[in-house]
């Protein structure tokens, strides 16, 4: 079992940065692939990026690539991810994700067991 809790969420001008945590708690964190996704009103939950056990690898959609950054701490059981050069098109609820076996690309919504609530990020233009 893998418990999540984002945080660090909030209102930024377009350019700005935010910072989101992701707490986890369970034995199995660090033997965890960790994902970021988002989603909008009406639409599908969406990849943002994803991060091995080890985290020395990652993999980003192509919409954020070069702005945000993925990394954890395992010894801390948090993931975060760092959001650059953020754009009104970024807004959405962000949410971490947990999954027990690495696949590869690992960007795959219905692969993650284990899912945090939330935190809104509003990206004003």
């Known amino acids: 079992q893998v418990q999540l809790v984002e945080s660090g969420g909030g209102l930024v001008q377009a350019g700005g940065s935010l910072r989101l945590s992701c707490a986890a708690s369970g034995r199995t964190f660090s033997s965890s692939v960790m994902g970021w996704f988002r989603q909008t009103p009406g639409k599908e939950r969406e990849f943002v990026a994803t991060?091995?056990?080890?985290?020395?690898?990652?993999y980003y959609a192509d919409s954020v690539k070069g702005r945000f950054t993925v990394s954890r701490d395992n010894a801390k059981n948090t993931v975060f991810l760092q959001m650059n050069s953020l754009k009104p098109e970024d807004t959405a609820v962000y949410y971490c994700?947990?999954?027990?076996?690495?696949?590869?690309?690992?960007?795959?919504?219905?692969?993650?067991?284990?899912w945090g609530q939330g935190t809104q990020v509003t990206v004003s233009s």
């Open positions: 991060i091995d056990w080890t985290g020395t690898s990652t």
């Open positions: 994700a947990a999954k027990l076996y690495d696949s590869g690309k690992n960007d795959m919504s219905r692969d993650y067991a284990y």
